[in-house]
């Protein structure tokens, strides 16, 4: 049986993964989640899976879900960092949004968990770091979301030196029916109208 933390267990990634987990409960067993802000939703999660710690990045959040729940409520980056490394974990899914989530995937990596990392920042952000750090600890890490777990499916079982190269198509956002001369005039508040995602003005 599989022992997993999830950080970001509020978002979308979170969600499917626990819906995932919640189909084979011979084969999973949460012990850790965390979330930003999000205490009604984490409340349900932990009556439904029993984690043995969780986390919020809001210490006023975490505060008033103690206040609520049996388990330890822990707080801001440091508590995040604490639910990666439960010494019940063996495998850590890291779906946070941005760059933050490097420091709780180096220390989960260092405390000898196996990452599913669905948070690409972090292989953007410090890739050659996680990855030594992944080598020099014996741990695996496994891309679970979007594009980079495309390229993982298709290159497994490939004899890598015959990859030239790798080529991934976008979507073409708000822009995908503009001409080169409609480009030109392009906008900040264009460029935020993405017909799919909400992706925020960062």
């Given at each position: 049986?599989?022992?997993?933390?999830?950080?970001?267990?509020?978002?979308?990634?979170?969600?499917?993964?626990?819906?995932?987990?919640?189909?084979?409960?011979?084969?999973?067993?949460?012990?850790?989640?965390?979330?930003?802000?999000?205490?009604?939703?984490?409340?349900?999660?932990?009556?439904?899976?029993?984690?043995?710690?969780?986390?919020?990045?809001?210490?006023?959040?975490?505060?008033?879900?103690?206040?609520?729940?049996?388990?330890?409520?822990?707080?801001?980056?440091?508590?995040?960092?604490?639910?990666?490394?439960?010494?019940?974990?063996?495998?850590?899914?890291?779906?946070?949004?941005?760059?933050?989530?490097?420091?709780?995937?180096?220390?989960?990596?260092?405390?000898?968990?196996?990452?599913?990392?669905?948070?690409?920042?972090?292989?953007?952000?410090?890739?050659?770091?996680?990855?030594?750090?992944?080598?020099?600890?014996?741990?695996?890490?496994?891309?679970?979301?979007?594009?980079?777990?495309?390229?993982?499916?298709?290159?497994?079982?490939?004899?890598?030196?015959?990859?030239?190269?790798?080529?991934?198509?976008?979507?073409?956002?708000?822009?995908?029916?503009?001409?080169?001369?409609?480009?030109?005039?392009?906008?900040?508040k264009d460029a935020l109208k993405h017909p799919t995602w909400t992706m925020g003005q960062k």
């Amino acid at each position: 049986m599989k022992a997993i933390s999830i950080l970001g267990s509020t978002g979308s990634i979170g969600t499917q993964s626990l819906e995932v987990i919640q189909k084979y409960p011979s084969k999973f067993k949460i012990t850790g989640l965390t979330a930003n802000s999000n205490i009604t939703l984490l409340k349900k999660q932990i009556a439904k899976f029993r984690p043995y710690a969780v986390a919020l990045m809001d210490e006023k959040s975490a505060n008033q879900l103690q206040k609520v729940v049996k388990i330890k409520v822990y707080s801001g980056i440091e508590g995040v960092i604490k639910v990666a490394c439960l010494k019940e974990t063996d495998t850590v899914i890291n779906s946070v949004v941005g760059s933050i989530g490097v420091v709780p995937t180096m220390a989960a990596i260092k405390a000898k968990k196996n990452i599913a990392l669905a948070n690409k920042e972090t292989l953007v952000t410090a890739g050659d770091i996680v990855m030594k750090a992944v080598k020099k600890n014996k741990v695996i890490l496994m891309p679970i979301d979007s594009e980079h777990s495309a390229i993982f499916q298709c290159l497994n079982g490939e004899n890598i030196k015959k990859v030239r190269r790798i080529i991934i198509t976008a979507s073409g956002g708000p822009f995908k029916n503009h001409t080169k001369k409609q480009m030109e005039k392009v906008q900040l508040k264009d460029a935020l109208k993405h017909p799919t995602w909400t992706m925020g003005q960062k």
